[in-house]
């Protein structure tokens, strides 16, 4: 059996452990709450922009996903992942599903995230772009990942999908078509403005085609903030599974030194009581 001081050092470190993920936990939980608001202004903010880009008649049919049809022209592959490795095991459901549609000759990767580039350097798979995941504290700005993907003929992104505190999927979206499936609005609003009866200042197609570039920016945003909502909650369950191991673990070291000093004051009382009897036998030596 271990000596006592020893089981308590570790266990001193058990417990520490315990607090640290205590700590990432309530931080994690925190994160939740903050990002899952923005989502839903993410969203409102979506929905009216979409409204006044059917008010001016424009097909999103012909005109959002309006891209080469050419087979040889590649596909991009977008996998949205964490900066840090504290994400739970959503990265690594991610970039399993994505590869069960990956080929190499026809499909390009671009990783937003740290932890993903990391991951797929290690299973020897290579991405053509890299860019860190834009701090959704703050203005998303994911411009250069539109400006990559313009040579693509197809975008299909890869991101985690917050369900609830306790449920996150995987889920993938064709992210130019994806934009016309994003809005309830399916209705041309009762003020549509037309070539007609309308002066527009620069051309119809030239504004339409900058809310187009302004929708996919933000259609893109969402899929990073969904993806950020998921990873929050995966690393709040990741956290809270640690804490309850290591407060099990403490429980046990807890036990195994109360154990291990019965076991040495045990010892200790014996040795004093074979030491007595030997005093007690020397003494009656000595008597005779």
Do not use: C
């Not at 504290?86 to 599903?97: C, Y």
């Not at 069960?100 to 991405?127: E, M, P, W």
């Not at 772009?129 to 693509?152: G, K, M």
């Amino acid at each position: 059996m271990r000596r006592a001081s020893a089981i308590e050092k570790e266990s001193v470190q058990i417990g520490t452990i315990e607090d640290l993920t205590g700590v990432f936990e309530s931080i994690a939980s925190t994160q939740v709450a903050k990002v899952r608001n923005k989502v839903e202004l993410s969203k409102e903010f979506f929905e009216l922009l979409w409204r006044r880009y059917r008010s001016i008649r424009v097909d999103p049919k012909t005109r959002i996903t309006n891209r080469s049809d050419d087979k040889k022209q590649k596909q991009a592959f977008i996998i949205i992942s964490a900066e840090a490795g504290l994400s739970g095991d959503i990265d690594k459901r991610l970039i399993e599903s994505m590869l069960k549609n990956y080929d190499k000759a026809t499909i390009d990767i671009i990783v937003l995230g740290t932890h993903g580039a990391t991951q797929l350097t290690q299973l020897g798979i290579s991405f053509v772009r890299y860019f860190q995941v834009p701090e959704t504290d703050s203005y998303i700005d994911v411009s250069p990942v539109i400006e990559a993907l313009e040579p693509y003929s197809k975008v299909i992104v890869y991101y985690g999908e917050y369900v609830s505190l306790g449920v996150q999927d995987v889920k993938s979206i064709d992210l130019v078509s994806s934009m016309r499936d994003m809005s309830h609005e399916d209705e041309i609003d009762e003020d549509t403005m037309t070539a007609e009866d309308t002066i527009f200042e620069p051309s119809l197609d030239e504004i339409a085609e900058q809310m187009e570039k302004t929708m996919m920016t933000l259609a893109l945003s969402q899929t990073i903030l969904e993806s950020s909502l998921a990873q929050a909650a995966s690393r709040f369950n990741s956290m809270a599974v640690a804490k309850k191991r290591a407060g099990e673990l403490l429980a046990d070291y807890r036990l195994e030194f109360h154990r291990a000093k019965r076991s040495e004051s045990d010892r200790q009382l014996r040795e004093v009581m074979i030491s007595i009897k030997k005093k007690k036998a020397r003494a009656r030596g000595l008597a005779r």
